[in-house]
C-alpha cells in the first residue's frame, strides 16, 4: 500500500524567510501528487498538483512543487512566505485506481 | 459554484449512541468521498462511490460504519454504535471523475464529532 510521509510536523518561520516542506511517498508506480492547504476555520483547498510534464509545478499564492521521481519526492517551496500563509499543509499520492492516501500535515507558523 | 456541503457541522454523542452525517457534492461530481481524520493526523478515506456505487471501502469499519448514496447525488455516513475513537473531524469531498483518470477533490467543511 502506498504512504505519504512528511517529514515536518511543525514548522515556524519569521515573514519573507523562504519555506521548504518536505513530502515523500513509497509507491513505485505512475502517481498523481497534490499539496493541499487549510487556513483557519477553513476547509482543506487544494494549493498544487502534478499529473505529468514539467516536474516543477506552480501552484496559487506564490508556492511551487518539484517533482523528483528518484527521491519519490514533491517538496513545497514558497521564496519568502507572509504571515497569511499560517496554516496546515498536506501532501497527496493517488496513483490510477487507487485511492488518496495523505500525509500527517505540517503545521507552519509564519511570525510577523 | 456551490461548493461540497455538509451537515451537521458539529455533534456531540455519548459512546454507544448512533449518528448520521449528510453530504451534498457539487453538481455534476460524480465521486464521492468520506474521509476520517483524527486530531493530528492525515485525511484517511473510508470509502469512495462513483455514481451510486461503491469503488474502495476497503478502509471502513464496516462493523460500525455504513454509507450510502442510494440515487448518486447526496450521501449519508453512519456510525452506529459510536467509540470514543471515533471521535474525529468527517470530511466529504468530491470530484468529476467519470473514469480512471484522477481529478482534483473539493472539500467540504467538514463535522467535527465527539465521543464522550
Known amino acids: 500500500a502506498q504512504s505519504v510521509s512528511q517529514h515536518n510536523h511543525h514548522v515556524i518561520l519569521s515573514e519573507a524567510a523562504s519555506l521548504e516542506l518536505g513530502c515523500n511517498y513509497s509507491y513505485g508506480g ?11 476555520g477553513q476547509h482543506l483547498q487544494l494549493l498544487l498538483k502534478y499529473f505529468s510534464g514539467d516536474p516543477l509545478v506552480k501552484g496559487i499564492k ?35 485506481n487507487n485511492d488518496m492516501r495523505f500525509g500527517a500535515g505540517t503545521r507552519l507558523t509564519v511570525k510577523p | 459554484e456551490a461548493g461540497v456541503a455538509q451537515s451537521p457541522r458539529y455533534k ?19 465521486t464521492l468521498y468520506w474521509y476520517q481524520q483524527i486530531l493530528g493526523q492525515g485525511p484517511k478515506l473510508l470509502i469512495q462511490f462513483q455514481n451510486n456505487g461503491v469503488v474502495d471501502d476497503s478502509q471502513l ?56
Not at chain 1, 505512475?30 to 483557519?40: E, G, H, I, K, R
Open chain 1, 30 to 40: 505512475t502517481v498523481n501528487l497534490f499539496w493541499y492547504v487549510q487556513y483557519p
Open chain 2, 12 to 30: 456531540i454523542i455519548e459512546k454507544r449512541q448512533s449518528v448520521a452525517f449528510w453530504c451534498n457534492p457539487i453538481s455534476g461530481h460524480a
Open chain 1, 62 to 96: 506564490g508556492f511551487e512543487a518539484e517533482f523528483i521521481k528518484s527521491k519519490f519526492s514533491f517538496n513545497l517551496r514558497k521564496p519568502s512566505v507572509q504571515w497569511s500563509d499560517t496554516a496546515e499543509y498536506f501532501c497527496a499520492v493517488n496513483a490510477p
Open chain 2, 61 to 116: 469499519p464496516k462493523d460500525r460504519f455504513s454509507a450510502e448514496r442510494l440515487k448518486g447525488v447526496d450521501s449519508t455516513l453512519k456510525i452506529q454504535p459510536a467509540k470514543l475513537e471515533d471521535s474525529a473531524v468527517y470530511l466529504c469531498a468530491s470530484s468529476y471523475n467519470r473514469g480512471p483518470e484522477v481529478w482534483e477533490q473539493y472539500f467540504g467543511p467538514g463535522t467535527r464529532l465527539t465521543v464522550t
